[in-house]
C-alpha cells in the first residue's frame, strides 16, 4: 500500500480528496494536515510515502514545508496539488524537491496516477508546470554537466529516465531488480551532485 498524507487549509478539501483517492484499492491516506508545519511534525507518526501539499497555507506554505521534509526524509515524495500556475511557485517548488505538480481541478485518476508514478520513481508534472520548469533549467549553462564521470550502465538509465520512464520501467527495459535501479540513480545523483531526477532529466537533455 501507498501511505499518503494530504496537506490543505482547506478541511472540506482535503477531506474529499482523502475519499476520492481511498476508492483506489492500492492507496492508503494516512494523515491529513491544515498546513506545512504540523505536516513535517507528524511524519515520524503518519510515516508517509507520498505527500500531496498545498503551496498557500497559513504558518508555513508548502514551498517551505518540501525543503523542511526533504532535508530530513529524503525517501519521502512531495506532489504539489494547488489552485496557483504561478512561474515563481512552480520552480521554488521543484527546487525544493516536488517531483509532482498539479492544479487541484485535475482529475482524480490522473492524481492518482501521479501518486502512482512518483512512488515509483517517476516524476509528473501539468503541460504548464514542465514548460516553466524546462524553461528555468535550460537556462543553466550546460558545461556544468560532465557525463564521462558516469559508467555506461549509469548512462543508460539516466537516457531512460529522461525519457520519462520510471524505475519500474527501467527495471523491466534492463531486466534489473528496482532496488539495483535505484542504487544507481543514488550514485549518479551524487556524482553530478544534483538533487533529485527532475534535474537529472533537464540535465540529460541538454546533454544530448
Do not use: W
Request: glycine share 6%; aromatic share 4%.
Amino acid at each position: 500500500m501507498i501511505k499518503v498524507v494530504i496537506v490543505d487549509d482547506q478541511k472540506i478539501f482535503r477531506e474529499g480528496l482523502k475519499m476520492l483517492i481511498s476508492q483506489d484499492t492500492e492507496i492508503v491516506v494516512v494523515g491529513l494536515c491544515e498546513q506545512g508545519k504540523e505536516a513535517v511534525e507528524m511524519i515520524p507518526i503518519y510515516k508517509p510515502d507520498i505527500i500531496l501539499m498545498d503551496i498557500q497555507m497559513p504558518v508555513m506554505n508548502g514551498v517551505e514545508a518540501v525543503k523542511r521534509i526533504k532535508e530530513s526524509y529524503k525517501d519521502i515524495d512531495v506532489i504539489m496539488l494547488t489552485t496557483f500556475h504561478n512561474d515563481h511557485y512552480i520552480t521554488d517548488a521543484i527546487r525544493a524537491g516536488a517531483l509532482g505538480y498539479l492544479l487541484k481541478d485535475t482529475e482524480i485518476s490522473i492524481i492518482i496516477d501521479a501518486i502512482k508514478t512518483v512512488h515509483q520513481g517517476g516524476v509528473l508534472m501539468d503541460s504548464t508546470a514542465m514548460k516553466v520548469i524546462l524553461n528555468q533549467f535550460m537556462k543553466l549553462p550546460t558545461e556544468t554537466y560532465d557525463l564521462d564521470v558516469l559508467t555506461e550502465r549509469e548512462k543508460e538509465i539516466c537516457y531512460l529516465i529522461a525519457e520519462g520512464l520510471n524505475n519500474k520501467e527501467i527495471s523491466e527495459k534492463l531486466f534489473l531488480g528496482e532496488g539495483t535501479i535505484k542504487n544507481h540513480i543514488t550514485k549518479v545523483l551524487q556524482k553530478l551532485e544534483l538533487r533529485d531526477r527532475t534535474q537529472l532529466a533537464i540535465h540529460i537533455l541538454k546533454s544530448k
